[in-house]
């Protein structure tokens, strides 16, 4: 695996993601930077180990293994945010929310408002395209125990803050689960977006609406409870929950059939 960026900073270093994401000029380009990141020596060997010591059901895979970077088009009016991507989920497959139990909700959901072109998500190469929406997380690399430090959610901030700035349609968010809520605040706050004062609260259909300005239009942030097993498990999130969400930040960001 290339360690190395030959315009910058090692991909070990702590700051390869600050000096890294500002220069990139596309998505492409940001996503192929992001999977190359070992920033945090953690997740680093936490990813790979998951990668190696394969779950019995996933013997035959070629895991991931590395960063996942968001998943979704350019154009895209709409963004998801969740948390990290899942051990045997993203970091096997190489696609946000992609081959667990919160991807199957998520994009069950997507389908239903007319986001994603099927309801579910298996595996990269397997037909599924989004409409007007990016899937994408505040931490790239899957955690242990999917307890993300604060340390690594801040390393890997420039990541999130240079994905959203070059969604240039961007009109809403819907953030899964109050860890990316709290992620998600001090990225829109250090790109110039006022936010209210307390700053909001999460909470399952919170909605906020940032003001635009001269460059920017107005940004409606949505929150919502995180599709993950326990959650649905406990009925405190159902499909129909996030769709009435999801179908919420369509109408105000444009993208959906």
């Keep these: 695996m290339d360690r190395h960026d030959a315009t910058g900073p090692r991909t070990e270093d702590p700051g390869f993601p600050a000096r890294t994401a500002p220069r990139c000029g596309g998505l492409g380009e ?6 190359r990141c070992r ?26 293994g590395r960063p996942v970077p968001g998943f979704g088009p350019a154009d895209a009016s709409l963004a998801v945010v969740g948390l990290a991507p899942a051990a045997h989920g993203g970091n096997r497959t190489g696609r946000m929310f992609t081959g667990d139990d919160s991807g199957d909700l998520l994009f069950a959901a997507l389908h239903a408002v007319g986001l994603a072109s099927q309801p579910t998500s298996t595996h990269r190469g397997d037909g ?15 955690p242990p ?18 994905e959203l700035s070059l969604l240039t349609n961007l009109r ?35 909605h906020v609406v940032l ?16 599709p993950s097993r326990r959650n649905v498990s406990t009925r405190l999130m159902t499909l129909r ?17």
């Design 30 to 35: 940001l996503d192929e930077a992001v999977s």
């Design 39 to 64: 920033a945090c020596p953690r997740l680093v060997a936490w990813r790979e180990q998951v990668a190696t010591d394969r779950r019995a059901a996933f013997s035959g895979w070629e895991y991931w």
């Design 128 to 142: 599924l395209v989004l409409h007007g929406v990016r899937v994408t997380a505040p931490v790239h690399c899957a």
């Design 145 to 162: 125990q999917n307890r993300p430090t604060t340390a690594e959610r801040d390393t890997c901030r420039p990541w999130l803050a240079t």
């Design 172 to 206: 809403a968010i819907v953030v899964l689960g109050g860890f990316g809520w709290q992620a998600l605040l001090p990225v829109l706050e250090a790109t110039g977006r006022r936010l209210p004062r307390p700053r909001p609260a999460f909470g399952h259909g919170a």
């Design 211 to 226: 003001p635009g300005d001269d460059d920017r239009s107005e940004l409606h942030l949505f929150g919502s409870y995180h």
């Design 241 to 257: 929950m996030l769709v009435d969400v999801l179908h919420d930040a369509a109408g105000v960001s444009g993208p959906g059939r």
